[in-house]
């Protein structure tokens, strides 16, 4: 399944809804992305939201839509 994983770049300042940005993953379940994400990144994770169907399909449409892959 794809997630689109909203968080900020740093984890020790507040967050700022201005600051928010977005990737795009593949992983099981929602757990397994948020663990990807901690175990290659010092991300703030905010949220981590489902894509299918037409949700997916504009997405991959309409916005810079490129999965993310940790080594």
């Known amino acids: 399944m794809i997630f689109k ?4 770049e740093d984890k020790t300042r507040s967050p700022q809804r201005e600051k928010t940005v977005s990737l795009y993953i593949e992983a099981e379940t929602p757990v397994e992305a948020r663990k990807i994400i901690e ?3 010092p991300y ?3 949220l981590i939201q489902a894509l299918e169907g037409n949700h997916l399909d504009y997405e ?7 999965l993310v892959e940790f080594e």
């Open 60 to 66: 991959k449409e309409n916005t810079d839509f490129k």
């Open 5 to 8: 994983v909203y968080y900020q």
């Open 39 to 41: 175990q290659h990144t």
């Open 44 to 46: 703030n994770i905010e």
